[in-house]
């Protein structure tokens, strides 16, 4: 995106119209300066800047040179080729930062006027994790952390965690737990963070993310169950090999019916009062050499994600009782998000008689669905927040 892209001269003028960087207070030599027109007495060009200044670094016979040094810069000479000679060695150097910041420079002839961008910043630091020695094929283990989120179901959880280690025995599982009375979770590779009471959805899944120290983490809710079509190797090859940060799967219910829960977000510019959300069922387009995987901008609770790309757009801990879209809203221009329907997990059923719950599941549903206010708290945060005034969805 930010590759060096020369306008050739349509006009006379010849200048970089995008792909000029410069470091803080640094010098860069400007690429692709230069002037193509008919023969004149004196051929001249203006430079102006404002977030820095102008110098040479050359010199050229019979270039006459006027404000180096400054915002301001003239170079004039009777000879076109010198002239276009010592544009190549036109500096820049940064004088004034702030971040994500760009230079807006002008390039000025007799008769004709151009504008091109200088971007001011400090390069993306990388980030690297280690993913073991080299070998064929994925080793889930160094590169997936397993994340949850736990609530009055603990004997839900330990069936997710014996699925889990029916498949993947060594890959570290991360539990965050706000239960009132928490009991102990043991076992190898487990790590379990407790929480003040009843904290919440969102604040449990920042604590959650927040431990993890391999490139990706899966979230699974804590009443699903491993089967042998969760293949997190597919999920794992398809985030290696695209540019997607987060691919969700599907998630089958006791009836046999397995959900994508694939959306489209977009939003409609509105004004003073704010914007409008639209969402919609459905995807983008389906990725090259993944028949069974598509873009979208919102998928299922089930799904893995790059974790340093998960930390940066976060969950919002206000969200306490049942969120989910409002991750995929927060995370809209900077997520990359696809969908592949042949990466499943089970749901465990919910399908009880009232008179065969125990009293934890009543306990759950009550804080989980019931609520004098929490629905009207996250519609107002919702609409408040990203500044909307309307959602519409299908």
């Not at 691919?247 to 994508?260: H, I, L, M, P, S």
């Not at 009232?354 to 759950?364: D, F, L, T, V």
């Not at 989980?368 to 005034?389: A, P």
Request: overall charge positive.
């Amino acid at each position: 995106m930010d590759l060096l892209i020369i306008a050739e001269a349509n006009s006379p003028l010849q200048y970089p119209t995008q792909g000029m960087k410069v470091h803080p207070l640094k010098t860069i030599i400007i690429s692709g300066l230069g002037i193509k027109e008919n023969p004149r007495p004196i051929h001249s060009v203006n430079l102006t800047a404002t977030l820095g200044t102008f110098d040479v670094a050359a010199t050229v016979d019979g270039v006459l040179i006027r404000g180096a040094g400054g915002m301001h810069m003239t170079l004039s000479s009777k000879i076109l080729p010198n002239l276009n000679r010592q544009l190549q060695f036109v500096t820049y150097t940064n004088t004034l930062f702030h971040p994500k910041t760009a230079d807006t420079v002008q390039f000025v002839t007799y008769e004709h006027q151009s504008v091109f961008t200088i971007k001011v910043g400090h390069g993306n630091m990388p980030k690297l994790f280690n993913s073991g020695p080299e070998r064929d094929g994925y080793k889930i283990s160094d590169l997936v952390t397993i994340a949850t989120k736990t609530f009055l179901r603990y004997d839900k959880l330990q069936d997710l965690i014996t699925s889990i280690r029916q498949y993947y025995p060594y890959v570290t599982i991360v539990i965050a737990d706000d239960n009132k009375h928490p009991q102990p979770v043991t076992g190898p590779h487990i790590e379990q963070y407790i929480m003040p009471f009843g904290k919440g959805w969102f604040a449990g899944r920042n604590l959650a993310v927040s431990q993890v120290t391999t490139k990706y983490v899966l979230w699974v809710d804590d009443d699903f169950i491993f089967t042998g079509n969760t293949r997190l190797e597919k999920m794992v090859d398809i985030l290696e090999k695209t540019t997607l940060d987060l691919v969700g799967g599907a998630v089958r219910e006791v009836t046999g019916y397995a959900a994508t829960y694939r959306h489209t977000i977009s939003v409609e510019q509105g004004g003073k009062e704010g914007d409008c959300l639209h969402m919609r069922n459905g995807y983008h387009h389906t990725i090259q050499d993944f028949p069974n995987c598509v873009v979208a901008d919102a998928v299922i609770n089930f799904f893995l994600g790059r974790t340093d790309k998960m930390l940066r757009v976060g969950f919002d801990p206000r969200l306490s009782r049942a969120a989910h879209l409002e991750f995929f809203v927060d995370g809209l221009g900077s997520l990359h998000v696809g969908s592949c329907s042949d990466v499943i997990v089970n749901h465990a059923s919910k399908i009880k008689l009232p008179w065969g719950k125990s009293e934890n599941e009543k306990a759950y549903e009550k804080f989980r669905y019931y609520s004098t206010d929490g629905g009207n708290i996250q519609d107002k945060l919702f609409y408040f927040k990203n500044r909307f005034k309307c959602m519409t969805s299908n």
